[in-house]
């Protein structure tokens, strides 16, 4: 397979940057809204965004089960910002009714950095990503609170992780999409290829 379908969960969130950064890693990127639409792709991002309204139309969306299961099967899925906390096992702090997809052995706090304020730029060493430091974009970002044993930290800032990755499943905390740099993206089509040899 020289060029993954990967799909972006397209329910709220900066899908277009999302579907921008794919092409220009490899991949052939397409927009998921439905479970048939995400059982055409051989992998998923899930945007950042609003963390609790990407967990209600998931399910609105009869989304919710679909996902778990792909997950669950080994599809790989990329999530930044709010896609870390959906790809989490379990949220700290979590609002009332708020469902994960999980698939990451991590426990995540929400909008740990702060408010939308209190945003903020960081360049960022990831394990994995040749070429230098990573430039992150932080918006009311999570952090990782704890990890299991299968999780490999790729990056911390200010002594928490910010990145990992567990088997086929990737999280940052920051939105790489959104600076022009498309390495993140790169290593993740990388890892949708290897998923499907």
């Not at 999409?177 to 993740?188: A, I, P, Y």
Request: hydrophobic share 45%; with cysteine.
């Amino acid at each position: 397979m020289t060029t993954p379908a990967i799909g972006v969960l397209a329910l709220q969130g900066d899908v277009r940057e999302h579907l921008a950064a794919l092409e220009a890693a490899g991949a052939e990127a397409r927009t998921v809204r439905r479970p048939e639409e995400l059982a055409g792709v051989d992998g998923l991002v899930i945007p950042g965004g609003e963390s609790t309204t990407i967990s209600k139309l998931a399910t609105a969306f009869g989304l919710m089960e679909p996902l778990r299961e792909r997950v669950r099967s080994g599809m790989p899925a990329y999530g930044s910002c709010a896609g870390m906390i959906m790809l989490a096992d379990k949220i700290l702090d979590p609002r009332s009714g708020q469902e994960t997809v999980g698939g990451i052995d991590m426990i995540v706090r929400r909008n740990a950095f702060g408010r939308q304020n209190e945003s903020f730029e960081a360049s960022v060493d990831v394990a994995g990503v040749g070429g230098g430091p990573v430039e992150g974009v932080f918006i009311r970002a999570p952090w990782v609170e704890s990890t299991g044993a299968d999780v490999e930290v790729l990056a911390v800032f200010e002594a928490h992780p910010v990145a990992v990755r567990q088997g086929s499943l990737l999280a940052t905390a920051f939105h790489p999409e959104l600076t022009g740099d498309h390495r993140v993206h790169r290593l993740f089509t990388g890892m949708v290829r290897s998923a499907a040899r």
